[in-house]
DNA sequence: AGTCGAGCGCGCA
DNA sequence: TGCGCGCTCGACT
């Protein structure tokens, strides 16, 4: 099973209002490609269906999203606060207790 | 303390 | 075939 179907799987799994990190998913995979997420969440076919923006960086700070540019992530954080998620400064409010420990 | 480099796995040239 | 990346951690200064 390749790590891209995990992890898509993984995304899908995450319930709204909540989210995760590239490193969490990581180790859940029992895999330390940490990168490879981020790359594959980048490139990944169904931005819709699977939430990426729902994954952030370990510190709960935001990261790119699909354009890799502040635009989009302006975009992402406006996508997550529709699902209740609260976005400051680039970091997620209350991240520990709105994250998915799968 | 802050900075730097390495390393995983996959995608693209 | 080789390099870069939505990152993270450990080692060195």
Same mark, same amino acid.
């Given at each position: 099973?390749?790590?891209?179907k $995990?992890v ?5 799994? *995450?319930?709204?209002g909540?989210?995760?990190?590239? %490193?969490? +998913?990581? =180790? !859940? ?9 981020g ?14 923006? $729902? ?6 700070? *935001?990261?790119?999203?699909n354009?890799n540019n502040? %635009?989009? +992530?302006? =975009? !992402?954080?406006?996508?997550l606060?529709?699902?209740g ?18």
């Open positions: 099973m390749n790590l891209n $995990k898509y799987d993984l995304c899908k799994k *995450i319930p709204k909540k989210l995760s990190t590239y %490193k969490l +998913i990581a =180790k !859940k995979l029992n895999t330390n490609a940490y990168r490879a997420i790359q594959i969440l980048k490139h990944n076919k169904d931005p819709i269906k699977i939430p990426c923006y $729902k994954i952030v960086k370990n510190n709960g700070e *935001i990261s790119g999203y354009g502040r %635009k989009n +992530i302006s =975009k !992402k954080i406006k996508l606060g529709k699902d998620i609260i976005i400051k400064n680039n970091k997620v409010l209350n991240f520990e207790k709105l994250l998915y420990k799968f």
